[in-house]
């Protein structure tokens, strides 16, 4: 009956090219059908029953031993059979990862939170890079990112030398020049056309030749090797300015300035067009004048003025008219000098004092110029040149104005003349400024 049934579903499927079952299995028959492939249904026989005795129990997966023998297996027994015993299971979206995965392929996406990946793994080295700084390697050592070396993208810029090596493009002024590599002469570097090229340095020079614009600062640098200078527009070494005398000038014809500086080691003028020194301009304008005066008598040791006025009769006041000068001019009490003749020689020092009284002053005050000065008294020797003294150049240490009372006066620290006869004679120099005359 089963068998019928095989033949009629096959004239079915035949009129209608449709399976709808691949077998049919009732009871114990060991026959089925399937549909080959040219769509032909067969019916095969199934051969012997399939053999359990493996004894699968539920949730096992079948693993066939031979042709007809089904044995049941664990999920842990077909990890095994699969070789997949060493599979931990992990969720991937969980795992931290492992030390011992030693090969990756291509990561697409995601981002890298491990530590810097060294050069010699294909890494940088490093965590963090110099803004613009241009990198440069050193072997296996980090990447180093150049602090006095960047780029912005459109300025390369160098903090420090640039020194090149082996041979650069050469140009110069004859087009045909061998410049020398680096080993060789100093060369230049020039913009050649917006290219950075070599040029020997007597090319450069020569290239220099008339085309300067504007002045050229040599920021405090000398130019060493100069040729001695021909023609006028020729700079001049220094050998050439220092053996160069005056007379070597042209003769102006304008007048020269000399920008506040002096002429110097002028000689004394004496045509009327010579140029005049200062010595020579100021004996013009003061003149050295003396004052002749003597004492006599026993002054002792009372400070006792000088009778300046000509008189020769000393007063021990200032405002005696017989010891005091009106200057007609300003000037300087430059040296006073005492010669004696006393009947008995006094060895001692005399205190000298200069007065002066101002001009919109009465005479009876008086007011000291400088300071003492103090000499030694003459001596009495006739051959002794001590029997002149000299207070030497007082310099401009006792001044006075014009139109003030100048007095001087002596006081001797001992005893002093001591008899009528005692003589002094005194000189005194004085400088005065021809300049307040007004003519």
Known sequence: MRWLGHHIWDFICRIRNKIYM????TGTSTSYVVREADGQLKVRDRGTTVNTTGTPVANDFAKFTDADTIEGRSYGETKTDLSLNNVEN???STWTGSTNVTTLGTIGTGTWNGTVIGVSKGGTGVATLTSNGVLTGGGTDAITSENNLKFDGSTLTVTGNIKYSGTCANVDSEGGDSVPTETGAKN???NDGGEIKQQTRANFLGNLSGQSAAAFSMNSQKITSVATPVASTDAATKGYIDGRKITDLTAPTSDVAMNSQKITGVATPTASTDAATKGYADRQT??????YANMKGASGTTETFIPLAGVPDEKTGFSNEQVVLIMPTG????EIIIRAHYGTYTSENIVIKVYERPKDKKMNGSTQIGSDITVAAPTQNVTDDNNTRSTGDLGTSYPYTKGDALGISFTWQTTG???GSDKTYITVVIEENLSDLGY
């Open 90 to 92: 992990t969720a991937i």
């Open 22 to 25: 691949d077998h049919v299995e």
């Open 417 to 419: 003349p001591a008899a």
């Open 188 to 190: 230049v570097l020039v």
């Open 286 to 291: 003061s003149r050295v004048t003396f004052v």
């Open 331 to 334: 000037g300087y009490v430059k």
